[in-house]
């Protein structure tokens, strides 16, 4: 099986741009994280989908959205970027521990790509 | 929501020696906790989890503790080897429900030859 993809794996933005970041996860996993890391902040969740639905959002401006399309492929959006953007943005999947009745193995791993590097300048 | 801690941010230790991470969650529903490893320039992967009807669980050289009602829990490493000097991470969350993992600050770890 191939990974979760990212791309693009590096950019550079000016203050005030917009920027989309795109995920492929691995085939069959429904649910989408993303999540920023920084150094010293470590892993800071920025939103989960499953199924094209926002389930869950972190504690973020709403400068950053995201979507999910029917292939399960996501993106995520950061509009007026600041300075303080500048981070290692990671996708995870995961097979998800589907809703009630759905016999989706409950295994929980996140298996995360290799990251989209954004510096802001 | 939960909030995750972690000890220490930084770890040094000789090969051969033991390792030690530690961290405290905040909310009690949370029922299970992976912990990732994250080498130098490479993606975090899943080392090892424990669920919260176990105490304790073992995989060769690694192992991990939890305490329900003090809400700790911790990662040994025995017998450390160069390759296991990465960054290593401590979640939480609540397992049935949004995949919403809460992540502590991470441990540097370094094992000198």
């Known amino acids: 099986k191939a990974g979760v993809t990212q791309t693009p794996r590096y950019l550079i933005k000016t203050r005030g741009q917009q920027v989309t970041l795109s995920c492929s996860p691995i085939?069959?996993?429904?649910?989408v994280s993303w999540y920023q890391q920084t150094p010293g902040q470590g892993l800071q969740f920025l939103f989960e989908y499953f199924s094209e639905t926002q389930r869950n959002k972190g504690n973020f401006p709403g400068r950053f959205s995201g979507r999910q399309f029917s292939n399960s492929r996501s993106e995520m959006n950061v509009s007026t970027l600041e300075l303080g953007d500048s981070a290692l943005y990671l996708c995870?999947?995961?097979?998800?521990?589907?809703?009630?009745?759905?016999?989706?193995?409950?295994?929980?791993?996140?298996?995360f790509g290799e990251g989209s590097r954004l510096t802001v300048l | 929501g939960e909030n995750v801690e972690q000890h220490p941010s930084t770890l040094s230790v000789q090969e051969g020696d033991s390792a030690v991470i530690k961290c405290t969650y905040s909310?009690?529903?949370?029922?299970?906790f992976p912990w990732y490893k994250q080498e130098l320039g490479k993606r975090p992967q899943l080392i090892i989890d424990i669920r919260s009807n176990v105490g304790e669980k073992k995989d060769q050289r690694i192992a991990v503790t939890l305490n329900k009602t003090a809400k700790h829990f911790s990662l040994h490493i025995t017998e450390t080897q160069p390759e296991d000097s990465a960054v290593y991470f401590c979640?939480?969350?609540?397992?049935?429900?949004?995949?919403?993992?809460?992540f502590g600050t991470g441990t540097k770890l370094q094992v000198i030859p």
């Open positions: 085939s069959g996993h429904r649910s």
């Open positions: 979640a939480a969350t609540l397992s049935g429900g949004y995949q919403k993992v809460t």
């Open positions: 995870a999947s995961s097979a998800g521990w589907g809703l009630a009745g759905e016999p989706y193995k409950n295994t929980g791993e996140l298996f």
């Open positions: 909310d009690s529903a949370s029922n299970y």
